[in-house]
């Protein structure tokens, strides 16, 4: 198990250019999360899916935000018409669908670079 | 809403005790996490707890009282490698039915000196 996956580690993109992030979570585990993180700050959550199902979304996630998970596997996430404010670590995780510390235990990624010039 | 707040920066000695408080309101509570993050990593899991009292693991201990919306993390003999940001963060519930967004707060910088 080599853990959480993202690809690519950094990327440089002008204003108004489409990007996007995959995530290839841990095999087993069907929970999958996105986060955006900037300098000093905590990791904003994004979205969440259950298998290919995405079950919660956050205000962030504007109408040029759009994650996918279509095979309850690997995941996508695309940022249409990149704006500098998008300018972020992009962190996924992935967790086990169970109760109790092994269900809450999430692993993130190493995260995607994005910077936006 | 959700607020979360931690100091941002402490500095503690190798070999010393340093205690990482963070205080938090939220309209509905689902567990509270530890994450040490280094610079430039992803963050990685260091505790949860759910129930009041204290969760220990080898160095690390974590407390929870949920009346008083506190936790604290608690690092014994410290090591250089300790050196890194804390987040604290909740995990909310609605309507009786769990969500799965963590809120983090903006994490506690710490330095371990010599």
């Known amino acids: 198990d080599t853990g959480v996956s993202q690809n690519p580690r950094h990327k440089i993109t002008k204003r108004g250019q489409n990007v996007t992030f995959r995530c290839d979570p841990i095999?087993?585990?069907?929970?999958l999360y996105w986060y955006r993180q900037t300098l000093g700050q905590g990791p904003e959550f994004l979205t969440y899916?259950?298998?290919?199902?995405?079950?919660?979304k956050s205000r962030l996630l504007s109408d040029r935000f759009s994650a996918e998970r279509p095979k309850g596997s690997f995941s996508t996430l695309e940022i249409q018409r990149t704006e500098q404010g998008d300018s972020a670590m992009y962190l996924c995780a992935s967790s086990l669908a169970s109760t109790g510390v092994a269900g809450n235990t999430i692993y993130f990624g190493e995260g995607s670079w994005l910077t936006v010039v | 809403g959700q607020n979360i707040d931690q100091p941002t920066e402490m500095t503690a000695t190798e070999g010393a005790i340093v205690q990482i408080n963070c205080t938090y309101q939220t309209s509905g509570f689902n567990g509270l996490f530890w994450y040490q993050q280094h610079a430039g990593e992803a963050p990685t899991f260091l505790s949860y707890?759910?129930?009041?009292g204290l969760e220990e693991k080898g160095r690390f201990s974590s407390f929870l009282s949920r009346s008083k919306g506190y936790s604290y993390l608690l690092l014994k003999e410290l090591q250089m490698k300790d050196s890194a940001s804390y987040l604290c963060a909740v995990r909310s519930s609605y309507s009786g039915a769990g969500s799965y967004q963590l809120t983090f707060g903006k994490g506690t910088k710490l330095s371990v000196i010599p």
């Open positions: 707890n759910v129930l009041d």
């Open positions: 899916f259950q298998n290919e199902a995405q079950l919660e």
């Open positions: 095999s087993e585990h069907n929970r």
